[in-house]
């Protein structure tokens, strides 16, 4: 019970959804396309007059579409208020004034409020949408069914912008969760990757200290160990506070690298046959970068072995480079079919959030003839300082 009364105060702090600042190009083509409909049912109608105060007002009211993201409430308020006042003129008169039908343009405003206003404006907004629109109904005296379609129209508007919001929300969300098991997963191959650094700079302390005595050559060559063991260290721990992580613990096993590539070429798994090719020069990548090649790799084989229809073959190629190291994995599938990846395509968004964290980039999409392929590209030590 207690969620229920802090429901209207969580509603009321609710934040605006992302939206465009000021009217675009579409806006301005939409407003366009309603003035010549509008204008054209003026002259097609006999009923309707250059001067009826239907046609006025229904053109006077177009311009608030250009605002419906930026000003839910204010035009909705505008656009409500005015019908309300034309439902009022017609009462205190006493003519009928034909309605326009273009004026069914009015539902992207309700539809706006739900899907871009925040939460005190959807609030107020509704009050006053459902006051206004039940005078102008009531006030018509039209039939049951009519007011009750009128009302499930608006109540449809402003539902179908909900339901838009929320989705993208939930999208957004786990778009986040994704890259944020992503970042903790490459830290902990950083937190790997600086102990084992750590363990070789202790080592060299002791071997150096051990013969400082008898061999100072010997002493001075560890010194100059430590030096660039702490040098790759201190880039690799400033890069590692960029990333977010839990309170987890490391993991002991040792991180699979370049030379673990082989592995993913298990026959025993089935599906299409797997060969990698990888450069003989690997020996002196980073250990976060091999790391992160294999992962890459991982992904881009589970994705082919998933969604490529009628594939014989997955071809996995690592190229190592004075400066940089690049993955290539293509398969022969069916582009005749759709290729759908991880869900909403998180899988990609993953391989590029990492590929990113450490300094490169990632990229997939269909062959000329046959087949999809995934490039990563990533800087041979891994992220500069």
Known sequence: MSHLRDLPRFLWFEPRAPYRLGPGKRDGLLLAVLLAIGLLEGAARPELSWSSASLIVGVALMPTVLWRRSRPLLMVSIAFGAMAALSLARLVTGHQLPPLHTGIFLLLLPYALFRW?????????????????????????????????????????????????????????????????????????????????????????????????????????????????????????????????????????????????????????????????????????????????????????????RHARHATRIQVEVTVHETWVRLRVTDDGDLAHPRRSAPAGYGLVGMTERAQQLGGTCQAGPNPERGWTVTAVLPRNGPTP
Do not use: C, W
């Open 117 to 305: 206003g925040a939460g005190r404006e959807v609030m107020v907004g509704s009050l006053v949408i459902l006051a206004f629109a039940s005078f102008g109904l009531l006030s018509e005296q039209e039939k049951v069914s009519d007011i009750i379609g009128g009302f499930a129209l608006l109540l449809t508007a402003m539902a179908l912008g909900a339901a838009l919001r929320y989705r993208d929300r939930a999208r957004s969300h786990e778009l986040e969760q994704v890259k944020l098991r992503e970042r903790e997963e490459l830290a902990r191959d950083l937190h790997d990757t600086v102990a084992h650094h750590v363990s070789a700079i202790a080592v060299r302390a002791q071997a150096g200290l051990a013969t400082l005595s008898t061999h100072p050559a010997a002493a001075a060559d560890a010194l100059r160990v430590i030096e660039a063991e702490a040098s790759r260290t201190l880039t690799e721990m400033r890069a590692m506070v960029r990333f977010l992580r839990r309170a987890e613990s490391a993991q002991l096993a040792p991180n699979p690298g370049i030379a673990d590539l082989e592995r993913l070429a298990n026959p025993s798994a089935g599906g299409p046959e797997i060969d990698v090719d990888v450069s003989e020069d690997t020996g002196q990548l980073s250990p976060a970068v091999s790391a992160a090649i294999y992962r890459l790799a991982q992904e881009s084989i589970t994705n082919a072995r």
